[in-house]
T-cell receptor
Framework: AQTVTQSQPEMSVQEAETVTLSCTYDTSENNYYLFWYKQPPSRQMILVIRQEAYKQQNATENRFSVNFQKAAKSFSLKISDSQLGDTAMYFCAFPYKAAGNKLTFGGGTRVLVKP | NAGVTQTPKFQVLKTGQSMTLQCAQDMNHEYMSWYRQDPGMGLRLIHYSVGAGITDQGEVPNGYNVSRSTTEDFPLRLLSAAPSQTSVYFC???????????????FGPGTRLTVT
């Protein structure tokens, strides 16, 4: 079974500083994607960044970047120059191919950006 | 493109009532799915469909029914509502599976359902 674990239930960061969210997962698959989703108070699920497991290079999207360690099955998200609008729940997600690509979500990390 | 739309945004039901949550997408996506999100938790898959006429169960299917008669629409039916079904429901769609996983899912805005 696929499992996705986010070990930090809540994190706070000062505006303009950097915060890193951790995610570990378990899979026997070799080629796959990993995703980070953001859920602000509006509840809308917004894709932040995705990583393809066959790519060595870590994905970057503006102020968001990942540190993907395939052997360790670790997929952390770094938010640089944090902004007030980054306040949200962040979910790591893994698509389980053998079950129709069901997205398995971690429990989430609540990020609070303080002015 | 409207993307993924869901109606209604809010609904209150009494125990035992039935209703249908509507979901539509205009991106010609093959794959559609329904998730529920309970307080403080991630999303859990209820049912999914890999194309018109094809549906399958997810992680928490009991008490829900789906059908997929067209590519665009994927309604979720609650057969006899129970308080345990109080949750926020999300519909999502994607292009479908590729060799290395699948393309990212696009989510609707969610429906907050309360069963009393």
């Amino acid at each position: 079974a696929q499992t996705v674990t986010q070990s930090q239930p809540e994190m706070s960061v000062q505006e303009a500083e950097t915060v890193t969210l951790s995610c570990t997962y378990d899979t026997s698959e070799n080629n796959y994607y990993l995703f980070w989703y953001k859920q602000p108070p509006s509840r809308q699920m917004i894709l932040v960044i995705r990583q393809e497991a066959y790519k060595q290079q870590n994905a970057t999207e503006n102020r968001f970047s990942v540190n993907f360690q395939k052997a360790a099955k670790s997929f952390s998200l770094k938010i640089s120059d944090s902004q007030l609008g980054d306040t949200a729940m962040y979910f790591c997600a893994f698509p389980y191919k053998a079950a129709g690509n069901k997205l398995t979500f971690g429990g989430g990390t609540r990020v609070l950006v303080k002015p | 493109n409207a993307g993924v739309t869901q109606t209604p945004k809010f609904q209150v039901l009494k125990t035992g009532q039935s209703m249908t949550l509507q979901c539509a997408q205009d991106m010609n996506h093959e794959y559609m799915s329904w998730y529920r999100q309970d307080p403080g938790m991630g999303l859990r898959l209820i049912h999914y469909s890999v194309g018109a006429g094809i549906t399958d169960q997810g992680e928490v299917p009991n008490g829900y029914n789906v059908s997929r008669s067209t590519t665009e629409d994927f309604p979720l039916r609650l057969l006899s509502a129970a308080p345990s079904q109080t949750s926020v429901y999300f519909c999502a769609s994607s292009y479908g599976s590729g060799d290395r996983g699948f393309h990212e899912q696009y989510f609707g805005p969610g429906t907050r359902l309360t069963v009393t």
